[in-house]
């Protein structure tokens, strides 16, 4: 399966993620949903600052593809951030970083889930 086919059949397809994209670890976009273009510095810092300096996304937030959300949390397993009613969750794999956004009327719970799901699948095929 192409890495689209992940963001695109298992991620927005669903209807609970709105936008999605999956990093690798060393950088460079894998896969992205339509119109979902993240800048070469948001990459760098989804890639060497989210999970490993917390404090400083905390402190600046989370920038994707322009729009700004405020760090809800920030841990070395899960990335979460908000703003209004939009929200992202960020979950590193063993090579990739996946990015999951949701709008209303989708909760953070419904798209957690599936996010979450995705993310477990690639750990144990040693993604």
Known sequence: MSWQAYVDDHLV???KVSKAAILGKQ???WAASSGYNLSQSEQDAVVRTYFTQP???RASGIILNGFKFMCIQANPDEVIGRK???GVFIFPTNQAILIAEYDAPTSAGEANIVA???ADYL???NY
């Open 13 to 15: 397809a669903t209807g």
């Open 27 to 29: 950088g460079g976009v």
């Open 55 to 57: 404090d400083s996304i």
């Open 84 to 86: 209004g009613e939009r």
């Open 116 to 118: 979450a799901k995705l």
């Open 123 to 125: 750990k144990s095929v």
